[in-house]
């Protein structure tokens, strides 16, 4: 088996004097308990992302002991035997560490890269599951999040033992994953397709008019074979010829508390006109 400990550290406010209301406490574990089973599930199972909290599968995530000092949740995650020996005892932690941050920087709304081959090899690859993984996080960070929203704490932290941290959010984040309704009404896009996942419809395009990279994923993915052929066309001609592929996205947008597209709901992939 491969044991390792997440920290998740809670600095300024009430925090720093070691306090945090109870129940935005209890929520934030929530959360987090959330958050970390849908991650160690995807990764203990072949990138499998559910729709739902998975049953834990092939790993047990357990309450750590509080330390001394500092206002922290520990959270210890024990993966099986099987998985230890399937990716390798010696490199499955900083394997899971760098999967845990290509998902939570990805679910926040930031650049991530990695010299790590094993993410590295999936975040280029047809079936990536960090853009779906990010969507299923949106709930949980929120969650995560409350003491912030609260005024009970300024920063919480996802902390790797001994390196440091994998990502810091703020009340910026905070705001970023606050999530409002998707929008009735359909929207149009210039753009092409920069990563996508052949096998569930999740992925990430560049819109020209938000000059960004945006998550996207196609309503109906089963049945909507056109908009899935275009996406993956669009694709493959921007990997092939940099600046090619452009498509018209028809869908509806999904916008944050300051009013940012955050994702598409995409039912429609054009030639442009």
Same mark, same amino acid.
């Given at each position: 088996?491969?044991?390792?400990?997440?920290?998740?550290?809670?600095?300024? *406010? $009430?925090?720093?004097? /070691?306090?945090?209301?109870?129940?935005?406490?209890?929520?934030?574990?929530? /959360?987090?308990?959330?958050?970390? $089973?849908?991650?160690? &599930?995807?990764?203990?199972? !072949?990138?499998?992302?559910?729709?739902?909290?998975?049953?834990?599968?092939?790993?047990?995530?357990?309450?750590?002991?509080? @330390?001394?000092?500092?206002?922290?949740?520990?959270?210890? +995650? !024990?993966?099986?035997?099987?998985?230890?020996? @399937?990716?390798?005892?010696?490199?499955?932690?900083?394997?899971?560490?760098?999967?845990?941050?290509?998902?939570? !920087?990805?679910?926040?709304?930031?650049?991530?890269?990695?010299?790590?081959?094993?993410?590295?090899?999936?975040?280029?690859?047809?079936?990536?599951?960090? *853009?779906?993984?990010?969507?299923?996080?949106? +709930?949980?960070?929120?969650?995560?999040?409350?003491?912030?929203?609260?005024?009970?704490?300024?920063?919480?932290?996802? +902390?790797?033992? &001994?390196?440091?941290?994998?990502?810091?959010?703020?009340?910026?984040?905070?705001?970023? +994953?606050?999530?409002?309704?998707?929008?009735?009404?359909?929207?149009?896009? =210039?753009? =092409?397709?920069?990563?996508?996942?052949?096998?569930?419809?999740?992925?990430?395009?560049?819109?020209?008019?938000?000059?960004?990279?945006?998550?996207? !994923?196609?309503?109906?993915?089963?049945?909507?074979?056109?908009?899935?052929?275009?996406?993956?066309?669009?694709?493959?001609?921007?990997?092939?010829?940099? /600046?090619?592929?452009?498509?018209?996205?028809?869908? &509806?947008?999904?916008?944050?508390?300051?009013?940012?597209?955050?994702?598409?709901?995409?039912?429609?992939? $054009?030639?442009?006109?």
């Amino acid at each position: 088996m491969a044991n390792l400990e997440v920290v998740i550290r809670y600095e300024g *406010e $009430n925090a720093d004097a /070691g306090q945090l209301d109870l129940y935005d406490a209890s929520e934030s574990l929530a /959360g987090i308990a959330k958050a970390l $089973n849908f991650v160690a &599930h995807a990764f203990a199972n !072949n990138n499998e992302v559910r729709d739902k909290t998975p049953k834990p599968t092939n790993f047990k995530t357990y309450m750590g002991g509080a @330390r001394k000092g500092c206002f922290e949740n520990i959270v210890e +995650v !024990n993966f099986s035997a099987e998985v230890t020996q @399937r990716i390798g005892g010696s490199v499955i932690n900083k394997h899971f560490w760098e999967y845990l941050s290509a998902t939570l !920087n990805t679910a926040v709304g930031k650049d991530f890269e990695t010299d790590n081959s094993y993410v590295s090899k999936l975040m280029n690859s047809n079936d990536s599951p960090f *853009e779906e993984l990010a969507m299923r996080l949106e +709930v949980p960070l929120q969650e995560i999040l409350r003491p912030i929203n609260r005024k009970g704490a300024q920063i919480i932290s996802f +902390v790797r033992p &001994h390196v440091g941290e994998i990502v810091k959010m703020d009340k910026d984040t905070y705001d970023y +994953v606050s999530t409002r309704d998707k929008d009735e009404e359909l929207s149009h896009w =210039n753009g =092409n397709v920069t990563k996508y996942n052949i096998l569930t419809g999740y992925g990430r395009a560049y819109i020209d008019s938000l000059r960004r990279t945006v998550p996207f !994923n196609i309503d109906r993915f089963a049945e909507n074979q056109i908009a899935h052929q275009a996406a993956t066309a669009s694709m493959h001609e921007r990997a092939r010829t940099p /600046g090619s592929g452009k498509r018209r996205f028809v869908g &509806h947008k999904v916008i944050n508390a300051t009013q940012k597209v955050k994702r598409i709901v995409v039912t429609e992939i $054009n030639q442009q006109d």
